[in-house]
């Protein structure tokens, strides 16, 4: 069990590594090529950091209000926690930069395996399973 500073601190981390996958996701919604490329290879990584730290800051005792993005992790099942859950989903396991449409194919369809799509798919039906499992 983390004391009371390691856990302000995992929050803090927690919250820095949010914000870069904001950033980055805002990178990648861009017409910068370099942006775009920035993003599309380092928003994988930095949105699995954000919920890693985001897991051990709740299962150090933090309060989810404290955690951005923790409903997706929590029992609490609202529109914006899903829509959070599944653009990580869609990040991590398919590489797409988001799941908002941007009325441009180029951005809008991608090509993937269908291994790729069997571990997203996995990903969500494992989520909705430790929601119902949380939520008893």
């Not at 820095?16 to 904001?22: I, R, S």
């Not at 990178?27 to 910068?32: C, E, I, P, Y």
């Not at 928003?43 to 699995?48: K, S």
Request: aromatic residues 4%; contains cysteine; hydrophobic residues 45%.
């Amino acid at each position: 069990m983390l004391d009371a500073s390691d856990r302000e601190n995992v929050i803090k981390s927690h919250q820095a590594a949010e914000l870069l996958v904001q950033c980055l996701r805002d990178a990648v919604k861009t017409d910068d090529a370099l942006l775009h490329e920035l993003g599309m290879s380092m928003l994988p990584q930095a949105t699995d950091i954000a919920q890693r730290l985001g897991r051990i800051a709740l299962s150090a005792g933090a309060e989810p209000r404290e955690i951005p993005g923790a409903a997706a992790q929590t029992d609490r099942c609202d529109e914006r926690g899903i829509d959070a859950l599944l653009n990580d989903i869609a990040c991590r396991e398919l590489g797409a930069a988001t799941l908002e449409v941007r009325n441009r194919d180029a951005l809008d369809f991608y090509s993937l395996s269908v291994w790729r799509l069997r571990d997203a798919l996995r990903a969500a039906f494992e989520a909705g399973w430790s929601f119902h499992k949380a939520a008893g």
